[in-house]
C-alpha cells in the first residue's frame, strides 16, 4: 500500500534525515508537488506531480543518490514556475531534450571540417605529397584527441592536449599539427561553424604556453657502437 500524503500547504517538508533513513515504500510531500519516492525495493528517486487540463499527471526529476534535496526543490521551483505560465513542464523538457539531440547530430565535427578543409584545398598544395602528409599528421595526432568533438567546442586546453605530448619531443611535426589546427579553425569560422578565438593561435596565446621550437632543446643520439 503506498503511502500517499496530498497535502501541500507548506514547502520544505521534508528533512535530509528524513531523506536519507525512510525505508517504507511510499511517497512522502515536500511539499509544491515535490515527492520523495520510496520503491519497494528501497531506491528513492524526486517526483514532480501536477495538473494539467484537469488531468493528474507525474514527472520524475531523478533518483536521490543523484539529484540532491535542494536541486530537487529548484526542480519543483522551475515547474511550478512553467505552470504558471501555462507551460506542461514534461512537454517543455521533452521539447529541450529533442533539440539537443538534434543539435549534436547536426554539429559538425572537428574531423568534418578537417576533411573538407583538405579537400577545397588540395587542388591548389604542390604535390599530392603535401595532401597526405596533412591526412597522415591529423589521424595521428589530432583526430584521436578532438577528431569527434563538435569543432565550436575546440578550446585552447584541447589543442594543448594535442600538442603537449609531442611539443618536447616532435616539435618539427607538433608545430606543424599546430599550424593545420588553426588552418582548419579559422576555416571553420569562416563557414560560421564556430565563434570566437582560434584556440590554436600561436602569436599572443600558445606561445605564452608553450616554449619557441629554437628553445626546444634537441635530442641528440650517440653514435651506434661497432657490432
Known amino acids: 500500500m503506498w503511502v500517499e500524503l496530498m497535502t501541500e500547504r507548506t514547502l520544505h517538508r521534508l528533512s535530509a534525515r528524513k531523506v536519507t533513513t525512510e525505508k517504507t515504500r511510499g511517497r512522502y510531500a515536500d511539499g509544491g508537488g515535490l515527492y520523495l519516492q520510496v520503491s519497494e525495493q528501497g531506491t528513492k528517486s524526486w517526483l514532480f506531480r501536477f495538473t494539467q487540463d484537469a488531468k493528474a499527471r507525474q514527472m520524475g526529476l531523478g533518483a536521490v543518490h543523484t539529484v540532491s534535496m535542494l536541486e530537487a526543490r529548484e526542480a519543483a521551483l522551475k515547474c511550478r514556475k512553467l505552470l504558471h505560465e501555462g507551460i506542461d513542464p514534461i512537454e517543455n523538457r521533452n521539447r529541450q531534450r529533442a533539440n539537443q539531440r538534434a543539435h549534436a547530430a547536426s554539429?559538425?565535427?572537428?574531423?568534418?571540417?578537417?576533411?573538407?578543409?583538405?579537400?577545397?584545398?588540395?587542388?591548389?598544395?604542390?604535390?599530392v605529397k603535401h595532401a597526405a602528409q596533412w591526412t597522415s599528421t591529423l589521424n595521428t595526432y589530432a583526430f584521436p584527441m578532438i577528431g569527434s568533438f563538435p569543432v565550436e567546442s575546440i578550446d585552447t586546453p584541447m589543442v594543448l592536449k594535442v600538442l603537449e605530448p609531442i611539443w618536447h619531443t616532435k616539435t618539427e611535426t607538433a608545430s606543424r599539427v599546430r599550424g593545420r589546427i588553426e588552418a582548419i579553425l579559422d576555416w571553420a569560422t569562416v563557414r560560421n561553424y564556430r565563434k570566437g578565438e582560434n584556440p590554436?593561435?600561436?602569436?599572443?596565446?600558445?606561445?605564452?604556453?608553450?616554449?619557441?621550437?629554437?628553445?626546444v632543446k634537441k635530442v641528440k643520439h650517440h653514435a651506434a657502437l661497432p657490432y
Open 107 to 127: 554539429a559538425t565535427t572537428f574531423k568534418e571540417c578537417a576533411e573538407a578543409y583538405i579537400k577545397s584545398h588540395r587542388s591548389g598544395w604542390r604535390n
Open 200 to 215: 590554436a593561435r600561436w602569436k599572443g596565446h600558445l606561445a605564452i604556453m608553450l616554449p619557441a621550437k629554437s628553445a
